[in-house]
């Protein structure tokens, strides 16, 4: 079992940046892949962006590639999302979720992710 608790989320104008985390508890963290995922209101959960074990492959979703980041620590089992030029149509509530290293966990379908986090906040005003 994986436990993740996201943090970080909250309320921005348009253009501002916020830094998301994400800090994992049970098994070995570097045992997983990590993405981001949102859902928006009346949407469909989304991917956003996944890096594999070490942290030296990334993927991201289109609308968010050059504005946001996804890293990772291995030593503080945490993964981040680094989100700038935010825009109001990032609003949603965002998720980190793990993903066993031999899945095709950069494909961004959750289903290949089996563990997930409570979700945090974003709301982006215009």
């Known amino acids: 079992q994986v436990q993740l608790v996201e943090s970080g989320g909250g309320l921005v104008q348009a253009g501002a940046s916020l830094r998301l985390s994400c800090a994992a508890s049970?098994?070995?963290?570097?045992?997983?892949?990590m993405g981001w995922f949102r859902q928006a209101p009346g949407k469909e959960r989304e991917f956003v962006a996944a890096v594999n074990w070490s942290g030296s492959i990334t993927y991201y979703t289109d609308s968010v590639k050059g504005r946001f980041t996804i890293s990772r620590d291995n030593a503080e089992n945490t993964v981040f999302l680094q989100m700038n030029s935010l825009k109001p149509e990032d609003t949603a509530i965002y998720y980190c979720?793990?993903?066993?290293?031999?899945?095709?966990?950069?494909?961004?379908?959750?289903?290949?992710?089996?563990?997930w986090g409570q979700g945090t906040q974003v709301t982006v005003s215009s």
């Open positions: 979720a793990a993903a066993e290293s031999d899945t095709t966990w950069w494909r961004g379908h959750s289903w290949n992710y089996a563990y």
């Open positions: 049970g098994r070995t963290f570097s045992d997983y892949a």
